[in-house]
């Protein structure tokens, strides 16, 4: 019988939980979840306020503070014990962490905050119920893309938006002049708070790209799409929705290690872009 996946995720909690002092890559974590590392490390980082790489190495130091006071080791074999290469790079991340160094913790044995075991909540509603929406699952055809690919934070993405801007009209060969597609996709088995993602427009065949723009292709294949209603800046709340309810408890599994943000006329209501509550825009997640 097929676990359910919120168990599995519970499941992925638990190995982090058991194996503090061992070394584990987080692409295992999320092969026990049963997610990609894209999808996991959002599911994650929504839920539980961190990244995964953030937790683990928190999870680490707040165990390590522990052994400092409450057994004789030296500091060398904690710091190995907890993966840290070297006393040094150990000593470095505990005084960044708790704003001392691990022997004054020691000797003073001062008051920190700890940071403990996660439980992953999957809630039944987001808020207070009233953000509740299912998917149109939809096939979509081979899309081809145009524009600035970029690796960074979400706080990048105004920016690039900003530089793709004067390219509009430069493009050869526009599908649907009037379709921004943002493309997010994840290629590290390490993932932590960097992403690539790539600004873009459709285009009908990768000819006459301008300088300055690169290209990609994403195949076939079928989507859930959900509909952002609102404000671009309350995009979070939707992305919550759909990472922390409406993925682990779908019979639906992921297919890919990205999403797309579909934005058309609907996003530019009143042209105000974005900023009218009567926006919308399309997110969508490739399932199988």
Partial sequence: MKKKKTVRIAEALDFIENNLDRDFSLRTV?????????????????SVGYTLAEYIRKRRLSEASHDLTKTNRRIIDIALDYQFESQESFSRAFKKEFKVTPAYYRRKKPNIPQ?????????????????????????????????????????????????????????????????????SWDESDEHKDNYWFMVSCLVDKLQDIPDGLETAIIPAQKYAV???????????????????????NSDLECSGRFNLQWYDDRFTKK??????KDSEVDILIPVK
């Fill in 30 to 46: 999320s092969d026990i979840a049963g997610f990609s590392l894209f999808y996991f490390h959002r599911i994650f980082s929504f």
């Fill in 271 to 276: 042209g105000k872009m974005g900023q009218s």
């Fill in 115 to 183: 940071l403990l075991p996660a439980k992953l909540e999957i809630p039944k509603h987001i808020g207070k119920g009233e953000l509740t929406m299912e998917p149109i699952i939809k096939e979509i055809g081979e899309l081809k893309l145009v524009g600035i690919k970029h690796f960074g934070t979400d706080k990048d993405i105004p920016e690039v938006w900003m530089k793709m801007d004067p390219f509009y009209n430069k493009i050869k060969h526009t599908a649907k002049p009037d379709v921004g597609i943002e493309y």
């Fill in 226 to 248: 959900f509909t952002h209603k609102g404000t671009i800046f309350t995009i979070g709340k939707t992305f919550k929705y759909i990472y922390n309810e409406w993925l682990p």
